[in-house]
């Protein structure tokens, strides 16, 4: 079955530091792939996707790749801000089956 | 704002009682999933319908169960509460069948007495 690895938490960095969070999948077939933001005592928020190899979703200065020859899909910020700080999830759907499976969560504090 | 809404935002209530989360999807959107989030189990997938079918089940109790109405909002009904039926729950919708991205609502804070 389909499944997420996400690096495990919490981290914290200092402002305007280099962010990656890794996420690695097993899935058959052509998973798309996503990351969630869930903020303090929020929902989820899409924070971007890809849907094929190769693909990079990109929002609000963060970056993903979708790398089907190493199963990953690591999320990365050049330089971070104290409003970053929130959960982080990787998670992916997948023909005939479009629930999503998420990973554990990756805690990130930012200070200032 | 993801044009999902989730009513009520949080509910308290006693063991062995039912109660009801609703959902209303984006405009457009014809699925609907439920999700729900512990701290022990994490964001499990509980249940999807598209245009008011049954489509996908996951891990929902049989004490659990869910609806989507002819204007498609949808609901679930929790029964038989027991502590470990405190969580958040999650409604989300996507446009479609398919691996599309799912927008998520704000969610409903179950604590069970």
């Known amino acids: 079955g389909n499944s997420v690895t996400q690096m495990e938490g919490p981290v914290t960095l200092s402002e305007e530091a280099f962010l990656t969070i890794n996420c690695t999948y097993t899935a058959t077939g052509y998973p798309s792939l996503f990351w969630y933001v869930q903020y303090p005592g929020e929902g989820l928020q899409l924070l971007l996707k890809a849907t094929k190899a190769d693909d990079k979703g990109s929002n609000k200065g963060f970056e993903a790749t979708y790398r089907k020859e190493t199963t990953s899909f690591h999320l990365e910020k050049g330089s971070v801000q104290v409003s970053d700080s929130a959960v982080y999830f990787c998670?992916?759907?997948?023909?005939?089956?479009?629930?999503?499976?998420f990973g554990t969560g990756t805690r990130l504090t930012i200070i200032p | 704002d993801s044009g999902v809404t989730q009513t009520p935002k949080h509910l308290i209530t006693a063991t062995g009682q039912r109660v009801t989360l609703r959902c209303s999807p984006r405009?457009?959107?014809?699925?609907v999933y439920w999700y729900q989030q512990s701290l022990d189990q994490g964001l499990q997938f509980l249940i999807q319908?598209?245009?008011?079918?049954?489509?996908a089940k996951g891990n929902i109790l049989e004490r659990f169960s869910a609806q989507q109405f002819p204007d498609l909002h949808s609901e679930l009904n929790l029964s038989s509460l027991e502590l470990g039926d405190s969580a958040l729950y999650f409604c989300?919708?996507?446009?479609?069948?398919?691996?599309?991205?799912?927008?998520f609502g704000p969610g409903t804070r179950l604590t069970v007495t």
């Open positions: 989300a919708s996507s446009v479609g069948t398919g691996r599309y991205e799912q927008y």
């Open positions: 405009s457009g959107d014809l699925s």
């Open positions: 998670a992916l759907s997948n023909f005939g089956n479009e629930k999503l499976t």
């Open positions: 319908y598209y245009n008011g079918e049954e489509r």
